[in-house]
Nanobody, 126 residues
Framework: TVDLVESGGGSVQAGGSLRLSCISTYFPNCMGWFRQAPGKERESVATIYTESGDTFYSDSVRGRFTISSDTDKKTVWLDLRDLKSDDTSQYIC??????????????????????WGHGTQVTVSS
């Protein structure tokens, strides 16, 4: 079985920062963070092509969030800065179903990710 375990969520005020971590027992060349709020569709936040370190972001978080990874530690992080109330959501770590081409990782399509964590809650108060 593949297990992904997230940590680092919490409650912060608008403008604050958090660091999310995800340890995975399976670490393909594309890892990602997604988020889902109650009543909303799952949204891609960021992906990283671990072979090169190339990173890809949604427009809503680009410039505020940073994804990084360490293949030896099978860990991927998401640094969240300048948080806004709209960032309140369950943040979910995901591993691609198989190794992807970089352009596939870039498109941040949830359908390419077959392994998911349970998520960690981020709540931003204004």
């Amino acid at each position: 079985t593949v297990d992904l375990v997230e940590s680092g969520g919490g409650s912060v005020q608008a403008g604050g920062s958090l660091r999310l971590s995800c340890i995975s027992t399976y670490f393909p060349n594309c890892m990602g963070w997604f988020r889902q709020a109650p009543g909303k569709e799952r949204e891609s936040v960021a992906t990283i092509y671990t072979e090169s370190g190339d990173t890809f972001y949604s427009d809503s978080v680009r410039g505020r969030f940073t994804i990084s990874s360490d293949t030896d530690k099978k860990t991927v992080w998401l640094d969240l800065r300048d948080l806004k109330s709209d960032d309140t959501s369950q943040y979910i770590c995901a591993a691609a179903s198989d190794n992807l081409f970089v352009r596939e990782c870039q498109r941040r399509d949830p359908a390419d990710f077959g392994y998911w964590g349970h998520g960690t809650q981020v709540t931003v108060s204004s």
